[in-house]
């Protein structure tokens, strides 16, 4: 009887052991087909993300040649406009060799289309005689006294300045009024006591 008993306990193992491999395949099977699902989902975002990375790629290269175009097309425009200029300082040379005092007239036609040009495209130009010096847009060259205007008044401008959209493109160098002479003299006296 014994013996029986064994025999069935073996064959109670064997069946246990049986259903825990079934447990197990399944788990295995229920685990791949996980497995597989994830795959499927890493390839499709993956993929996903490749179409991403290529659109942004054009996306960035179609702006960049959008704006070198624009840049150009700029170009293009100011390019047009100098050549205007140019065309009437050659008239200006055809006119001086036939009329001497027609020079002038071209060269100051000249000056006008530029300057025209120059206002077009928001350039300002900064010309202050007589008025107040101001350090942020003029240079100051060098001071000289004045019995006709008052201290720190522009007296003359040597160089134009010119402002771009409120920014200072290049300040106007200026000769500034040091005052009347008798009173820096008076002034001079005054610190040396």
Do not use: C, W
Request: hydrophobic content about 30%.
């Amino acid at each position: 009887m014994p013996k029986k008993k064994e025999a069935k306990k073996v064959q109670i193992n064997i069946e246990q052991n049986e259903k825990e491999e079934e447990a197990k395949d399944t788990d295995r099977e229920n685990k791949n087909v996980e497995l597989g699902k994830l795959q499927d989902e890493y390839n499709r975002l993956k993929n996903d993300y490749l179409r991403l990375l290529a659109d942004f790629d054009n996306y960035r290269k179609r702006m960049q040649k959008e704006i070198e175009d624009t840049k150009d097309a700029a170009k293009h425009s100011i390019i047009r406009e100098f050549l205007v200029i140019l065309d009437n300082l050659e008239k200006a040379i055809d006119m001086a060799y036939q009329h001497k005092d027609a020079i002038i007239e071209g060269i100051e036609l000249s000056i006008k289309s530029f300057k025209d040009m120059l206002k077009k495209h928001g350039i300002e130009e900064i010309n202050p005689k007589e008025e107040t010096f101001n350090p942020n847009i003029h240079d100051a060259l060098m001071t000289q006294e004045s019995d006709k205007l008052p201290k720190n008044t522009v007296i003359q401008t040597i160089e134009k300045g010119y402002i771009y959209k409120d920014k200072l493109i290049r300040p106007a160098k200026v000769i500034v009024s040091a005052g009347k002479k008798e009173e820096n003299q008076q002034n001079n006296n005054t610190e040396e006591e």
